[in-house]
T-cell receptor, first 116, second 112 residues
Framework: AQTVTQSQPEMSVQEAETVTLSCTYDTSENNYYLFWYKQPPSRQMILVIRQEAYKQQNATENRFSVNFQKAAKSFSLKISDSQLGDTAMYFCAFMKGGGSNYKLTFGKGTLLTVNP | NAGVTQTPKFQVLKTGQSMTLQCAQDMNHNSMYWYRQDPGMGLRLIYYSASEGTTDKGEVPNGYNVSRLNKREFSLRLESAAPSQTSVYFC???????????FGSGTRLTVV
């Protein structure tokens, strides 16, 4: 079974600064996908970024980028120019490739607070 | 708006009562999922339906049942609610699943 570990229960950052959230995972699979989801106080789950394991290039989405280290099984999220609206719980998630059930396994989350 | 609709948004039950959480999606997605979210635990999979007519257990299925009524609807039933089932429940759906899920807005359930 796959496991996802987020070692930072809480983090804080000043507005306009950069912050990195950590995620490690354990799997014996070679074909898989990794995700970061954001959950603001509204409770809605929002997809932030997605990475395919077979792609060496790190995914980026505007101010959000990842550092994907496949050998180390590490998948960190970097948020640049942090904004107050980035305050949220962030979840790292793993999905095995192939098959047909597409189950997501989530980490326990990191609560990020952006301070003015 | 297209998406995943969950009802109700809030519910309080007494121990031993039963209820059904409803979920419907209008995106023609094949796969649907039920997760529960508890503080410090992340989201844990209760049941999922990879396609219409199939359902399978996830990580924490005890105390729950599901029905995939048709391609659009996937309900979660608590037959005899227990305080340990106090949680926020999320329904999600997926087309080509490797692109992630679309989530509903969640149901906050309290069992007293």
């Amino acid at each position: 079974a796959q496991t996802v570990t987020q070692s930072q229960p809480e983090m804080s950052v000043q507005e306009a600064e950069t912050v990195t959230l950590s995620c490690t995972y354990d799997t014996s699979e070679n074909n898989y996908y990794l995700f970061w989801y954001k959950q603001p106080p509204s409770r809605q789950m929002i997809l932030v970024i997605r990475q395919e394991a077979y792609k060496q290039q790190n995914a980026t989405e505007n101010r959000f980028s990842v550092n994907f280290q496949k050998a180390a099984k590490s998948f960190s999220l970097k948020i640049s120019d942090s904004q107050l609206g980035d305050t949220a719980m962030y979840f790292c998630a793993f999905m095995k490739g192939g098959g047909s059930n597409y189950k997501l396994t989530f980490g326990k989350g990191t609560l990020l607070t952006v301070n003015p | 708006n297209a998406g995943v609709t969950q009802t109700p948004k809030f519910q309080v039950l007494k121990t031993g009562q039963s209820m059904t959480l409803q979920c419907a999606q209008d995106m023609n997605h094949n796969s649907m999922y039920w997760y529960r979210q508890d503080p410090g635990m992340g989201l844990r999979l209760i049941y999922y339906s990879a396609s219409e007519g199939t359902t399978d257990k996830g990580e924490v299925p005890n105390g729950y049942n599901v029905s995939r009524l048709n391609k659009r609807e996937f309900s979660l039933r608590l037959e005899s609610a227990a305080p340990s089932q106090t949680s926020v429940y999320f329904c999600a759906s997926s087309a080509a699943g490797t692109y992630g899920y679309t989530f509903g807005s969640g149901t906050r359930l309290t069992v007293v």
